[in-house]
């Protein structure tokens, strides 16, 4: 096992970074080890750091890192179920499965991330509307308490516990494997529907209308622009292509991703302004046809365009930027509205605005996903008042009934929590059980008072 | 913690009773400062600060008190300190200001501005900048003086003191980086207080509210110095450099 060094970690945004020993324990026994030696401050496990915010940070305590925990267990053909590591990245875990004819279950937006770290936040993809997000797809996980034991839990023996930790931030224990259902697939293609809405109610009627027909829908929506064109965007939807639908004599469970671009370091700050992201909002919207059906596309494009650039978090600049991600509930797209009439007046440029329509919320706790409209955006951490437009934006979502993901969170007053996340107490007591001297602890649970 | 937009949660000032830092106190506990430790001289004064601190929204004020210049005793007192929690913000905010030519006069008084104005940073700045690294985060803020850019005739007992000490910080900002920790030295100009009530006022004074807001953004942009105003920066900066037959000659 390397040695335990202290480093200056962040999250994906690349803002407010604190010191944490990290550990990268190589077996499950080492991870128990590590946790039984951790000081005062505590521990808590991280993976890839796709998470915006504090998330995966434990200012002076330990960290650890699992990604070398990262072994698929078993295949189950039968039962269509995989057991892995903890550690293990969704890119991995697609490049073992989908020549075996399987696709996960839900991906985000990027395959960089862990199966414990996906799980940690309970992960929503663009087929929430069908699927839920992915605890409802765990079966069970390993779960490395406080006491330094390891037990297995599923949803069915231990059922607080299993939701709590679902979406639970990592604060229950760690995660060490665990065993998700899989979805069956012949092709590593989607068939991918492009509709065009030249405004907000054509948008959310596009989408409503869609995830009747798709397993997979999402929106990128323009939150500069204003009068008859405010909340104008573009609705892709898709379902997996049959074998027989994809292009070209290949394999069509062929799946070999590759980044092609890294965006250098030490990029100035100020790159994308408001100029610079509407000029580009401007050109995708008009760069999409107005309405085209069934197109082939590979997995990549259509789940994960933003992994073809590593480290694309660079090019905010070196003062990092922040993602905000909101959910009202559907009947309050009057709030929706308003929140992207706050953005456009704000003059905030968002370069990646994201619109959804959730399904069904499953019963964790600290799980964001619930029914309702959800809407994702990034601003450079230097934007003018951007902490007074965000305190604004906070209230309008407490107001409405609604929510902020804490996977993207970084800047959340303490005291709107509770109302946000009404189970909040359910997550606590769960917690005292475990963990009632508060081994498991990071720089969110600091902050908002966890 | 303090969060992505740079604004912290808890505040702990030593020399919680002065005006500056009960502006800074005050700018701070508007923002996202719920947690605020007050250490002063007297507990009379910690006690009014907390209830101006807690009418501003402050949910939760620590009283202490504490002599600055009696090093030995800072051990235990920043142990407890530190007990109660982490703290995002530590801010040095006493200090003394002696009649000049007093000082010059009495040297038993000199001494006990400089046991104060920088052996008190020596000894809390370097206790509390231990605790901010084993926390992995923080910042440790001093309120120093443009007098320590270059002492003057007019002020070198004072001055020489603040010299000492923003030496001490600027030397363990560098030393703390990489830690999660860092320093933020402020450098304000002639500030209208009741500790300068009656001096004649120097060019450029500014206000306890404007350096409050510079603290804050200094903490809020991660920086490293801040002058206030502004504008003070290049005028030091030109004074730093003046000839020293000139500069002796300036009545400043």
């Known amino acids: ?317 070196p003062r990092g930027f922040l993602q905000y991600q909101l959910v009202v509930p559907t009947d309050r797209d009057d709030a929706l509205r308003a929140a992207l009439e706050l953005l456009r007046r704000s003059g905030a440029p968002s370069f990646l605005a994201v619109l959804k329509r959730f399904g069904p919320a499953d019963p964790g706790p600290l799980s964001f996903p619930r029914p309702g409209w959800t809407l994702a955006l990034d601003v450079t951490a230097s934007a003018g008042d951007l902490a007074d437009l965000l305190d604004r934006l906070d209230r309008l979502v407490v107001d409405a009934g609604g929510a902020v993901y804490l996977a993207k969170d970084s800047r959340l007053r303490p005291e709107l929590l509770p109302r946000m996340y009404p189970d909040l107490d359910a997550f606590r007591t769960v917690r005292q059980r475990v963990d009632p001297t508060g081994r498991f602890t990071s720089d969110l649970a600091r902050r908002l008072d966890l | 913690m303090i969060d992505a937009l740079g604004a912290p949660q808890s505040l702990l000032v030593l020399g919680g009773t002065s005006e500056i830092a009960l502006a800074v106190a005050e700018r701070l506990v508007r923002d996202r400062v719920r947690r605020v430790g007050l250490v002063g001289r007297d507990s009379v004064g910690v006690s009014q600060a907390a209830v101006r601190l807690r009418a501003a929204g402050a949910t939760e004020v620590l009283e202490r008190t504490f002599d600055a210049a009696a090093a030995g005793e800072h051990e235990k007192l920043v142990e407890d300190l530190f007990g109660a929690g982490d703290w995002d913000v530590v801010l040095l905010a006493f200090g003394v200001l002696p009649d000049q030519a007093a000082a010059e006069d009495d040297v038993d008084l000199a001494v006990a501005v400089a046991e104060v104005n920088y052996v008190g940073v020596v000894s809390l700045g370097l206790r509390t900048a231990q605790r901010l690294r084993a926390q992995g985060h923080g910042v440790l803020v001093l309120l120093s003086s443009v007098a320590a850019e270059r002492p003057r005739r007019s002020n070198f007992v004072y001055g020489s003191a603040k010299a000492g000490a923003d030496a001490l910080a600027t030397g363990l900002g560098d030393a703390l980086r990489g830690s999660g920790a860092r320093v933020l030295v402020v450098r304000p100009g002639f500030v209208r207080t009741r500790m300068t009530h009656g001096l004649p006022e120097a060019p450029l004074a500014t206000t306890p509210e404007a350096v409050a807001e510079a603290v804050a953004d200094g903490i809020a942009k991660g920086r490293s110095t801040v002058w206030v105003p502004g504008t003070m920066r290049w005028v030091m900066s030109g004074l730093r450099h003046l000839p020293r037959p000139m500069f002796r000659r300036l009545d400043l």
């Open chain 1, 1 to 317: 096992m390397p040695d335990p060094a202290p480093a200056l970690l962040t999250g994906w945004g690349r803002t407010a970074p604190t010191l944490a020993t990290v550990v990268r324990p190589t077996s499950v026994a080492a991870a128990v080890a590590a946790v039984a030696s951790a000081g005062g401050r505590g521990s808590l496990a991280r993976g890839l750091g796709r998470s915006y915010g504090d998330a995966a940070q434990n200012a002076g305590g330990q960290v650890l890192d699992l990604t070398l925990l990262d072994r698929v267990l078993e295949l189950d053909d039968a039962n269509g179920t995989v057991t892995a590591e903890a550690g293990l990245s969704l890119d991995a875990l697609l490049r073992y499965l989908l020549p075996r004819g399987w696709f996960v279950p839900v991906t985000p937006g990027t395959r960089y991330v862990t199966l414990g770290g996906a799980l940690a936040v309970d992960v929503h993809g663009k087929n929430h509307h069908r699927d839920g997000s992915i605890a409802s797809h765990v079966t069970s996980f390993d779960l490395l308490l406080a006491d330094g034991s390891v037990r297995p839990v599923t949803p069915q023996d231990d059922p607080d516990l299993f939701w709590a930790t679902a979406g639970g931030m990592g604060l229950t224990g760690i995660v060490v494997s665990l065993t998700l259902r899989l979805v069956p697939v012949t092709s590593a293609w989607m068939l991918v529907d492009t509709v065009r809405a030249p405004d907000l109610d054509a948008l959310l009627a596009g989408l409503t209308e869609g995830d009747q027909l798709s397993r997979y829908s999402v929106a990128w929506i323009d939150c500069l622009a204003g009068g008859r064109h405010q909340g104008r965007g573009v609705i892709t939807r898709g379902d997996h292509a049959p074998a027989d639908a994809v292009p070209g004599s290949g394999d069509p469970l062929a799946y070999r991703p590759h980044p092609r671009l890294t965006v250098p370091p030490h990029l100035p700050g100020g790159l994308l302004n408001p100029l610079s992201v509407r000029a580009f909002n401007e050109a995708w919207y008009r760069k999409a046809p107005r309405h085209r059906v069934a197109e082939p596309q590979r997995l990549s494009t259509f789940f994960h365009p933003l992994d073809g650039v590593q480290q694309w978090n660079r090019a905010y600049g």
